[in-house]
């Protein structure tokens, strides 16, 4: 009987030991739901080098992008290696939901007025919800102002200045310092010298960027014509950056063989060789504002 | 025997019963950032935490990607920049309330003490708090001073706001009876 009760004495202040040395960590983690981290930050900016990245603005958040090519740099010292020339794009992002943006702006290559609605299909997550890629759908449409109507030639119509952009921008975030991206595309412009130009031109365009810093990215960006016809004198855009995040900016600085700002103009009218030395410097400029406080 | 067995049983169970334990899904952790051009305040409002009454202990578990700012911006560079969240995804702290009588009625004096882990480093910390029996939920908070380099988190030199080496943080939890 004595015996019978000091086991169970034992037992009892076994008991208690057990649950003081229960892991209430442990427990704490095992009663969390298992939750879905989305990738974050895949590019510093909406804008790799020329072209979009995945990113759109989160819901509230207007940027501000002062875009800036200089000429090319084989120009020389006469025109101090393209320094006498400037293209600017000035532009406004919007941000109204975290996965749909707007954006507008003025180049002045052709004196074009550009517009954009971006949209995030898919976000790269693990977790809960696992998908390796994220992937955002682009439309956009450019107008060329220049030529003024009275300089245009005879049968000019204001529907030939018009132009079209569809792209589909799919990247991933490998590391938190690398992301890499492709993104097919297509232009379709009204207006265009049938000789040696299409109407609609199909490009694939591949680009990255590696963290060099916390603060401090390099990027690059190549897009590939698939369907030049002969004769056609354009080459494919290429180009480099290093971003440079400072609270609420971002400077890229870049170097390109184009001067144009809107995908008709890099995509389907890129003039200069990066091999011949026709490499435009350049920088984009954003500041972010946010207008509507969580 | 039977009956020791059934004795047993009902000593297990009363154990389970007694050993007070409680529970908070949605603790709030803020902190405060007092700084020059810009003061940065965020919060997390779905911190989860555990406590057990009869021996004092208590665990936090700290998503990191939970805070909120006001600037979306922010958002991204804390977890970016500072935090590393890709790489450190949670803070925990893993401690004991040294000071709460259950029993009394009225707010109380207690410290926290224990190890709170963060940005990959572990250190112990013993900070000052209140608690209270509230018709039997517990109500605890806190108020205290982090460095930031204690943690290892290093202020980029680009960053144009500058951030304060030293953040206030107040920890407020109910907790229910589990």
Redesign the interface.
Known sequence: MKKHFLIVLALFFGNYLLMAQDDLMKELEQSQDKDTEYAFQTFKGTRLVNGHTIETKNKGTLEFIFAHRFGPVNGGLYELFGLDDAYVRLGLDYGITDNLSVSIGRNSVDKTMDGYVKYKLLRQSKGARNFPLTITALGGTAYKTSPKKEDALPGFENVHRLAYVGQLLIARKITPSLSLQIMPSFVHRNAVNKSFENNDDIAIGAGGRIKLTKSVAFTSEYYYRLNVPDGNPYKNTLGFGIDIETGGHVFQIVMTNTRGLTERAFLTETEGDFGDGDIHFGFNVTRTFQLKRK | ?RK?VV??LF??IS??LN?QRY?SEKGHITFFSDATIEDIEAENTIV???F?A??G?????I?I?DF??????MR??F???YM?S??Y?KA?F?GRVVGFKPDIIGAQKVRAVGKLSMHGVVRDIDVPGSAENVNGKIHMKSKFIMKLEDYNIKI?T????NIAEQIEVSVDFIYKPA
């Open positions: 025997m020791y004795l047993y000593i297990l154990g389970i050993a529970t989860g935490s555990l057990n009869t021996s202990e208590v665990v936090y578990i998503k990607r909120v700012f006001d600037k979306a911006l991204e560079h977890n970016e920049k590393e890709e790489k995804p925990t893993q980029p680009l960053v144009w706001q």
